[in-house]
């Protein structure tokens, strides 16, 4: 499976942003998917996830209600869309996949996921 983001851009505080994660190869509409961010000098932390189906979706409690990640197997195409977007939002944006993630809580380690992509930078001021 090959990733790649796109979407990222400068948006005022208050704005929105859609980025899209396109994979390629055939095992994409059975994995799990995230979006990961990572801050200048922090670590690159879950955002949220999607099962394959689309059933399970986890969010985590600093973009719940504002950020909305969907997917459309046919397309091959993850989507993340983020409203109310602050000055914390910013950071380089990653998709990843993996079989084995569930869209749950669950194995939501950076090294729970085998494929990446090369990050898209999303960046809100103030």
């Known amino acids: 499976v090959q990733l790649q983001a796109s979407g990222g851009g400068l948006v005022q505080a208050g704005g929105s942003l859609r980025l899209s994660c396109a994979a390629s190869?055939?095992?994409?509409?059975?994995?799990?998917v995230a979006w990961f961010r990572q801050a200048p000098g922090k670590e690159r932390d879950f955002v949220t996830g999607?099962?394959?189906?689309?059933?399970?979706?986890y969010y985590v409690d600093s973009v719940k209600g504002r950020f909305t990640i969907s997917r459309d197997n046919a397309k091959n195409t993850v989507y993340l869309q983020m409203n109310s977007l602050k000055p914390e939002d910013t950071a380089v944006y990653y998709c990843?996949?993996?079989?084995?993630?569930?869209?749950?809580?669950?194995?939501?380690?950076?090294?729970?996921?085998?494929?990446w992509g090369q990050g898209t930078q999303v960046t809100v001021s103030s």
């Open positions: 990843a996949a993996s079989i084995n993630y569930s869209g749950s809580y669950y194995y939501t380690g950076v090294g729970d996921f085998a494929y």
């Open positions: 190869g055939r095992t994409f509409s059975r994995a799990g």
């Open positions: 999607i099962s394959w189906s689309g059933g399970v979706i």
